[in-house]
């Protein structure tokens, strides 16, 4: 049986991890692509164990050469990718004028430069086969200004409205192409950008990993261009939507102040 090959970058941990592990146990080989290869060999193995091929590729994708090695591993057609997820990135919390300028760069670079050019390479090697797939990792901070995570909630918001656009473009290629959006999803992400676990956020209005990892890939499975996983996130995300840009601004000041 021919098994499907899926691309996770961002595998190491965290939601990229568990897409990886839900794929292998959905019967897909995989190709893991994230900085820590001791974390990516941990991943690797566990989707070994459910059956799945799993390659290993180490980089940096903050820089030109790790996105090209990546895009020319997309176009290898003789080992194929049916799938490329793009889920790695990171957000710094804090006010703009005291994070470091080099921080806040190497963040757009692997938030909206890297996602950018790796859909791109995916849509190409896609295309002339009328079928694949590309899902893409947001956030529902994405909906609305965010102070203190100023950067991070404007990348989001370029790859939700990126990933909206791309949706349309793919279409006639018989590609499918989603956005995830997920809401506060205890993981790695929310020590390395110097919050707590939970960012201060009530019980009720978080999200695991695994079950934001299911709902992304049940959404690109169905064809649908946004999932936000969680009832009370999706309906967080909807209102926040309708608002008027003043009503947003103050509403992300509000989140702010009970993020820590």
Known sequence: MNRRRALVTGASSGIGECMALQLAERGWDLVLVARRADELARVAAAASANGADAEVIVVDLATTSGVEQIEARIADESRPIEMVINN???GRFGKITELDAAGESNEIAVNVNALMRLSRAALIA??????????????????????GFTTYAATKAFVRSFTLALHEEARPHGVRVTCV??????SGFQTRGGLSPTSGQPSF???????????????????????????????????????PSGLQRRAGALAAKFTR
Do not use: C, H, Q, W
């Not at 896609?126 to 102070?147: C, D, E, W």
């Not at 261009?225 to 926040?240: E, F």
């Open 126 to 147: 896609m295309a002339p086969r009328k079928s694949g797939a590309i899902l893409n990792v947001a956030s529902v901070a994405s909906f609305l200004p965010f102070p």
């Open 205 to 243: 209005m978080l999200t695991s990993a695994e079950f934001v990892a299911r709902a992304g890939l049940d959404a690109v499975e169905a064809g649908r261009a946004l999932v936000v996983p969680g009832l009370l996130n999706a309906i967080s995300a909807r209102i926040l939507g309708a608002l």
């Open 88 to 90: 790695a990135g990171y």
């Open 181 to 186: 959006a997920p809401g506060y999803t205890p």
